[in-house]
């Protein structure tokens, strides 16, 4: 099934617009598995379990696998996933980005290997960089826009020739040339909602995934706000904030308690937003 269509349905499933980032570090896990890397695929079914009803996707962030040698608990969390919770969209976060063939690489390890059903891209290499992956039919793209760390202005709040800054530029091409068959999303972050209202109006329909509520201190309202719209779908993303709310044997049901919150506030928010925008 193409992602976009796995992603409404899970949302409208669950009534969520939240997902769970899978961002495992054991020197946070609780007592008992603390410290342990062999326990991060048992840390994260835990999660798994405990939320999968609220979420309208998973997004595991492969470093934190890669760094403990770990990517064999990748695999088998992936497996894991589409076992016990079929209908909910896995996100590979990799926002990978190489000229061609090692491009192609990267696509078979993102949806071969790991069977995601969407990967985050970064576009900085230029289409030919995006390509190989839109190999893989149903397959979700997406493409590092506005991202939501500080730095993130460095070079994405250059402006270009046109006066549009280099974020804006990725929009408008995410929403048309490049987006040959309506597989590319792009990725904002929640700490820069006014930037995320102008990404939401050069690209009035793809769907954005949005880190920085939790942790980073984002207003899960306001993004609401900026980027929602029943046609036009959001992802939004929190993992430290949901993962490590508690550190004690109850841990996977105080990441339950806090997904639930964060779930509730954004599905207020959408009732909130006047009629005409929503
Ligand atoms: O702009 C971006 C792009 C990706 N991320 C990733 O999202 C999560 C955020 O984790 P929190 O604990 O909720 O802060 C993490 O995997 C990042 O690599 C991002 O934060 N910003």
């Known amino acids: 099934m193409h992602f976009a269509?796995?992603?409404a349905r899970a949302c409208a499933r669950h009534e969520s617009l939240l997902c769970v980032g899978l961002d495992p570090d054991p020197a946070k896990f609780p007592a008992g598995l603390r410290g342990d890397p062999s326990r991060i695929f048992d840390f994260c079914a835990r999660i798994v379990d405990a939320t999968k009803d609220l979420v309208c996707a998973f997004k595991p962030q492969i470093a934190y696998f890669a760094a403990h040698r770990a990517e064999d608990q990748l695999e088998q969390l992936m497996?894991?996933?589409r076992r016990n919770a079929p209908e909910v969209p896995v996100i590979l976060d990799a926002k990978r980005g190489d000229i061609g063939n090692t491009a192609e690489q990267y696509a078979r390890e993102a949806?071969?290997?790991y069977q995601a059903d969407a990967v985050t891209l970064s576009p900085y290499m230029g289409f030919d960089s995006i390509e190989p992956y839109l190999?893989?039919?149903g397959k979700g793209l997406i493409l590092l826009c506005r991202t939501s760390n500080p730095g993130g202005s460095d070079l994405q709040f250059q402006p270009l020739a046109n006066g549009e800054r280099l974020f804006e530029e990725v929009a408008r091409l995410a929403a048309g040339k490049w987006n040959r068959?309506?597989?590319l999303g792009l990725v904002v972050g929640a700490t820069f909602p006014a930037e995320l209202a102008r990404v939401r109006e050069l690209a009035p329909t793809l769907p954005?995934?949005?880190?920085?509520?939790?942790a980073q201190g984002g207003d899960a309202a306001a993004t609401v706000q900026a980027g929602w719209r029943p046609d036009a779908p959001i992802i939004v993303s929190s993992s430290r904030a949901v993962l490590y709310a508690g550190s004690g044997e109850d841990f996977a049901q105080q990441a339950r308690t806090v997904a639930q919150a964060t779930r509730l506030e954004l599905q207020a928010a959408q009732k909130a937003l006047p009629a005409r925008l929503s």
């Open 5 to 7: 269509s796995q992603l």
């Open 79 to 81: 497996a894991y996933l």
């Open 111 to 113: 949806f071969e290997r």
């Open 135 to 137: 190999k893989y039919d």
């Open 181 to 183: 068959d309506g597989r």
């Open 208 to 214: 954005l995934l949005i880190p920085g509520v939790g």
